[in-house]
C-alpha cells in the first residue's frame, strides 16, 4: 500500500485490507513499516502494524500494540505505538516520521556511545532517536572514562543521532 502527497510517499509492506469508498477509509490487516525515508536499512528499524485504519482525507494514520525493532538499541522488538504522515522530506537526515513511542519506560542501554550508558524510555522520531523521562523520573546518561564514572545527566528529553547526542531541558 502507498500513499503519495507533497513529494513523498508512505509505504506499508506486506498488507491486506478492505477500503470504503463511501467512507474514503482504508482499514488495514497487519503492515510492515521500514525507517528507510529517514535514512535507516529497512532491515535494521522497522515496525509491524497488526491493524490499523487510514483516513484517505488525511495525510496521517496511526496505530496501536505494534512491534518496533532498532537493531542497535533493541535485541529483540518492542511495543508501544505507531504514526506516520505524509511530508516533504528535502535530506533523510531531517525526516520527523514515522513516529514511534514506546509503551516501556525504562530500558537500559549500555554504550549508546563509547563509553555512556543510557537509562529511561526511547521513542524514534524520523532519523532521531529520542530518550524520554519525566520531572520526576529523568532519563538518565553516565559517561565513563576508563570504567570511572566521570559524569552524569539527566533530562526530560535527549536526542540521539548517530555523530551527538544533545538536550534542551
Not at 26 to 33: D, M, S, Y
Not at 67 to 84: A, C, E, I, Q, W
Not at 144 to 159: E, W
Request: glycine share 8%; aromatic share 14%; proline share 4%.
Amino acid at each position: 500500500l502507498k500513499g503519495y502527497a507533497q513529494r513523498d510517499s508512505i509505504m506499508i509492506l506486506n498488507t491486506t485490507g478492505i477500503y470504503y469508498p463511501s467512507a474514503v477509509r482504508w482499514e488495514g490487516k497487519k503492515g510492515h513499516v521500514t525507517w528507510e525515508r529517514a535514512g535507516y536499512p529497512a532491515e535494521d528499524v522497522w515496525a509491524d502494524l497488526p491493524k490499523y485504519t487510514i483516513n484517505c482525507t488525511k495525510s496521517t494514520y496511526t496505530a496501536d500494540s505494534v512491534y518496533f525493532m532498532n537493531t542497535t538499541y533493541f535485541r529483540k522488538p518492542v511495543l508501544g505505538s505507531f504514526r506516520d504522515k505524509i511530508q516533504k522530506i528535502t535530506r533523510p537526515e531531517r525526516a520527523i516520521y514515522p513516529v514511534f513511542d514506546s509503551y516501556e519506560k525504562v530500558f537500559r542501554v549500555n554504550n549508546i556511545q563509547e563509553g555512556i550508558n543510557y537509562v529511561g524510555g526511547l521513542s524514534m522520531a524520523g532519523a532521531v532517536v529520542r530518550g524520554t523521562g519525566s520531572e520526576l523520573e529523568p532519563a538518565t546518561l553516565r559517561f565513563y572514562r576508563q570504567d570511572t564514572l566521570q559524569l552524569i545527566i539527566r533530562s526530560r528529553s535527549f536526542s540521539f543521532r548517530k555523530d551527538r547526542l544533545s538536550s534542551t531541558n
